[in-house]
């Protein structure tokens, strides 16, 4: 599975933007995904996940309510819905899969794409 994020770029705070998360191959049912960010100087850190039975999903508590999570299987396509945006949340947005893991650990993922910058001014 290879992993394209895209729909990065530069907003005002308050404002909105979608990144997709386009895979060679979702089969679906069989892959959690997950979305992770690195801001300048700071950790990794995973933003929500989703397994891949759909049957829960984790969100960090600073983006609970403002950002979400969803899956289109059919066009091997994950989105990541951004409202409400603030400066804290720019930083290096990534994607990932895992037909077994869909925890917060960046590293245990089997398949992990290339970021998309997202900048929020204020």
């Known amino acids: 599975v290879q992993l394209q994020a895209s729909g990065g770029g530069l907003v005002q705070a308050g404002g909105s933007l979608r990144l997709s998360c386009a895979a060679s191959?979702?089969?679906?049912?069989?892959?959690?995904v997950g979305w992770f960010r690195q801001a300048p100087g700071k950790e990794r850190e995973a933003v929500c996940s989703?397994?891949?039975?759909?049957?829960?999903?984790y969100y960090l508590d600073s983006v609970r309510g403002r950002f979400s999570l969803s899956r289109d299987d059919a066009n091997n396509t994950v989105y990541l819905q951004m409202n409400s945006l603030k400066p804290e949340d720019t930083a290096i947005y990534y994607c990932?899969?895992?037909?077994?893991?869909?925890?917060?650990?960046?590293?245990?993922?089997?398949?992990r794409g290339q970021g998309t910058q997202v900048t929020v001014s204020s």
């Open positions: 191959e979702f089969t679906s049912g069989h892959y959690g």
């Open positions: 989703i397994m891949a039975t759909g049957s829960r999903t």
């Open positions: 990932t899969a895992d037909p077994h893991y869909t925890g917060t650990h960046f590293e245990l993922y089997d398949f």
